[in-house]
């Protein structure tokens, strides 16, 4: 009933940025928390960052202070601003929306970081 779907992933340098969007559609509630999580190759699906309906934030240690989650709600959107790239962020980023029990995936976007 709800649609996630990923835009922006691509092949970067290691210093570069990329900025990646997750467009909702469907039956979606107003109240939802929007986050962003990642696959690296033969590794479990891990978090990156959360946004809640009040634009309050929690991002894993290993993107603090390169990363930046925010979302409008108008447009049912969620970005995430990816600079200062590193080889290790390299994987299959998802879009995840949870509201009142419930959770959505988009299909991922592939960011490849380069050495």
């Known amino acids: 009933q709800v649609q996630l779907v990923e835009s922006g992933g691509g092949l970067v340098q290691a210093g570069g940025s990329l900025r990646l969007s997750c467009a909702a559609s469907?039956?979606?509630?107003?109240?939802?928390?929007m986050g962003w999580y990642r696959q690296a190759p033969g590794e479990q699906r891990d978090f990156v960052a959360l946004i809640a309906q009040d634009f309050s934030t929690n991002y894993a240690d290993s993107v603090k202070g390169r990363f930046t989650i925010s979302r409008d709600n108008a447009k049912n959107t969620v970005y995430l601003q990816m600079n200062s790239l590193k080889p290790e962020d390299t994987g299959v980023y998802y879009c995840?929306?949870?509201?009142?029990?419930?959770?959505?995936w988009g299909q991922g976007t592939q960011v490849t970081v380069s050495s």
């Open positions: 469907g039956s979606i509630s107003s109240i939802n928390d």
């Open positions: 995840n929306l949870r509201s009142y029990g419930s959770g959505y």
